[in-house]
């Protein structure tokens, strides 16, 4: 799967597997909170979203901090599931069923994430699922990405070369600084379990070179990545990472250290920054993105906001019918009596 489908799809994928949510459930024993297109929505599949909200939001189910969290999110809990089942329901009438072999694939990709297959089998066990069941699940889930990709490839098909040119040009903004620069980096790594002393020569091995290279023009910067950078992927090409946005240095790095490398002007170098992998120099190389540079970019976000519309529409045109409301849901807990 490319990309721009995970891009869309990670939520669904997330949910679908994390919490095995869409047609799951004990349907005997919990209320149906709503239902779409006449397809009802079990308050069991909410609580298994919620679980995995808390997870991933690094709570602990089961606690008054989760409970509180829960009750403030839920509003969004119930836009995930109407989503989740408005691409479900489209992709089971739309896409072509996969076989049995695909199905196994998908299993066992699956359980290639578990560390072994002792953890593998006691999750099976925990889900309490029946072994159709079971399967349907990623039945759903293969269903469900071919039919994103099927409607991403028809997006991208109906891009023309004006649409995009005028996008650039309506969100320029978006392609300059402070928006993003094209940044160089050289990283000194501090190995796991290294001692201070270790730490303190790293640190002025990496002050030596940051001190050699002032002044130094981008070629200069880029051999010298290239020739001692400890940042795999980056150190072939003279530590070139690209044009990159402010949002996304914030996710890579500290906020200090993204904060220093967007103070930097073009042709500037940091000084030394340290993160929990070691010690880095940055280079600006470039603080504006052409349409050629930025176009691959502009197209896949042209696709997403295609899929985002017909999300809306598919919305639209649905039957939605709420019983429970998320104010309603989880009410607040009984007060012990005195």
């Known amino acids: 799967m490319n990309r721009t489908v995970r891009a869309i799809g990670v939520y669904f994928s997330a949910f679908m597997l994390a919490g095995f949510l869409v047609g799951c459930g004990d349907r005997t024993k919990d209320p149906v909170i709503m239902k779409i297109n006449g397809e009802e ?148 790594r501090v190995p796991h379990g290294a001692s201070p002393e270790q730490r303190v020569a790293i640190k002025e091995k990496a002050e030596h070179v940051r001190q050699t290279l002032t002044g130094a023009d981008e070629e200069t910067f880029a051999t010298t990545a290239r020739e001692i950078s400890e940042d795999t992927p980056t150190a072939p090409n003279g530590g070139d990472l690209g044009f990159i946005s402010f949002a996304a240095a914030q996710e890579s790095f500290p906020a200090g250290v993204a904060d220093s490398i967007f103070s930097l002007k073009k042709g500037e170098i940091s000084p030394v920054l340290q993160t929990t992998m070691g010690y880095w120099i940055f280079m600006v190389t470039d603080d504006e993105q052409d349409f050629d540079e930025a176009r691959k970019q502009i197209e896949d976000q042209m696709v997403i906001e295609a899929f985002a519309q017909w999300m809306n529409e598919a919305r639209q045109k649905a039957a939605i019918e709420i019983l429970i409301s998320p104010e309603e849901v989880y009410p607040e807990p009984t007060p012990v009596a005195q």
């Open 41 to 188: 929505v079990r308050k069991s599949e909410l609580d298994l979203l919620g679980r995995n909200v808390l997870v991933k939001a690094g709570i602990q189910p089961g606690t008054e901090e989760g409970r509180r969290y829960l009750k403030a999110h839920v509003a969004n809990m119930y836009d995930s599931l109407i989503r989740l089942y408005l691409i479900q329901q489209s992709a089971q009438a739309t896409e072509p069923e996969p076989s049995e072999e695909e199905i196994d694939r998908a299993i066992e990709a699956f359980k290639n994430e578990f560390p072994d297959a002792k953890e593998y089998e006691k999750f099976v066990e925990l889900t309490g699922l029946p072994v159709p069941e079971y399967r349907l699940i990623f039945k759903n889930k293969l269903l469900a990405e071919r039919f994103q990709l099927r409607k991403l490839e028809e997006a991208r098909k109906n891009l023309s070369e004006e649409a995009v040119r005028q996008w650039y040009e309506q969100h320029r903004e978006q392609f300059r600084a402070p928006n993003v620069l094209r940044i160089r980096t050289i990283l000194f």
